[in-house]
């Protein structure tokens, strides 16, 4: 089991291009979420796949932002027309999802989104 | 309006002194998580407590669930430099999937 990984680790882009992130999660775990976080805050949650299903997308996410999880393993994070106030690490996160289950998630490293 | 509040929001010790950090809310929760992030990494879960009044040791870090699962404690001993990082927790409620996070506690351990 190598975890949860997260690619690239970092991008930095100019204001107005697009940018895809890919989170390959554990792979025996169904649930899959994508995260932003800024500086000295925790987690927001911003999507929520359970297998290859989209269950759940944040109001606080703008039509800029899409993501997939095509065959219900990897999942890409897809940001069109960067703004400088996308800068944030995005995580990434599964869980085995389950009757009893706590839910818990493992993270990815993120991916440290900077925008000139 | 979070949901889970998490004091202090940033802590600074001692190397070998011993600390409290505290995660409360007023909603119940059927578990509750406690993570430690390091800069420039993920989340990395330390601890799930689901009963009331549990505790859970983990080396000199010991967790407690509050009575009621309404909120939860983290008492690390004899502190490290390495227990230098963000703290967070995350509850779970019954019938949701989503975990409410908290803001954190930043902790710097110093020597």
């Known amino acids: 089991d190598t975890g949860v990984s997260q690619d690239p680790r970092h991008k930095i882009t100019k204001r107005g291009q697009n940018v895809t992130f890919r989170c390959d999660p554990i792979s025996e775990h169904n649930r899959l979420y994508w995260y932003r976080q800024t500086l000295g805050q925790g987690p927001e949650f911003l999507t929520y796949?359970?297998?290859?299903?989209?269950?759940?997308k944040s109001r606080l996410l703008s039509d800029r932002f899409s993501a997939e999880r095509p065959k219900g393993s990897f999942s890409t994070l897809e940001i069109q027309r960067t703004e400088q106030g996308d800068s944030a690490m995005y995580l990434c996160?599964?869980?085995?999802?389950?009757?009893?289950?706590?839910?818990?998630?493992?993270f990815g490293p993120g991916t440290r989104l900077t925008v000139l | 309006t979070q949901l889970l509040e998490q004091s202090p929001q940033f802590l600074s010790i001692q190397e070998g002194e011993n600390l409290t950090v505290y995660c409360n809310s007023s909603?119940?929760?059927?578990?509750l998580q406690w993570y430690r992030q390091e800069p420039g990494e993920g989340p990395v879960l330390l601890v799930t407590v689901v009963t009331g009044g549990e505790v859970k040791k983990l080396k000199r870090l010991t967790f407690q669930f509050g009575d009621a699962r309404k909120d939860s404690s983290l008492h690390i001993t004899a502190a490290q430099p390495g227990d230098t990082g963000l703290y967070l927790c995350?509850?779970?409620?019954?019938?949701?999937?989503?975990?409410?996070w908290g803001a954190g506690t930043k902790l710097i351990i110093k020597p």
């Open positions: 996160a599964s869980s085995l999802g389950g009757l009893g289950g706590y839910n818990e998630q493992f």
């Open positions: 909603s119940v929760f059927s578990s």
């Open positions: 796949f359970q297998n290859e299903a989209q269950l759940e």
């Open positions: 995350a509850g779970l409620r019954a019938g949701n999937y989503q975990l409410i």
